[in-house]
């Protein structure tokens, strides 16, 4: 199972590798419109981001939308063992 989970995160990398600058952000702006509109995004009181990688969805834009429509904002830290959630305001 591991040697399955490591292959599908390499074929995954170099599949996000191949899209282009300019594609990842149209990418990234469109998927961000489609949340924006969701019921649970307008519902939602507080939302748990992750910080994106380079060649991953640029969701950095959603953090200060959901601040300034008074939302509770979180990113997961590792503190090495245990992994704690912080509150960011």
């Known amino acids: ?3 399955l ?3 599908l995160r390499l074929q995954i990398r170099e599949k996000l590798r191949a899209i282009s600058p300019a594609q ?3 990418d990234s702006s469109r998927a961000r419109a489609i949340l ?3 019921p649970i ?3 939602a009181q507080s939302i ?3 910080a994106p990688l380079a060649d991953e969805l640029d969701i950095w ?3 200060t939308i959901a601040l300034r429509g008074g939302k509770q904002v979180f990113f997961p830290v590792s503190n090495q063992t245990p992994a ?3 509150h960011v305001k």
């Open 1 to 3: 199972m591991r040697d």
């Open 5 to 7: 989970k490591s292959s």
């Open 24 to 26: 990842r952000d149209l």
């Open 36 to 38: 924006e509109q969701q």
């Open 41 to 43: 995004w307008k519902a």
């Open 48 to 50: 748990l981001f992750f």
């Open 61 to 63: 834009p959603l953090s």
């Open 84 to 86: 704690l959630m912080r």
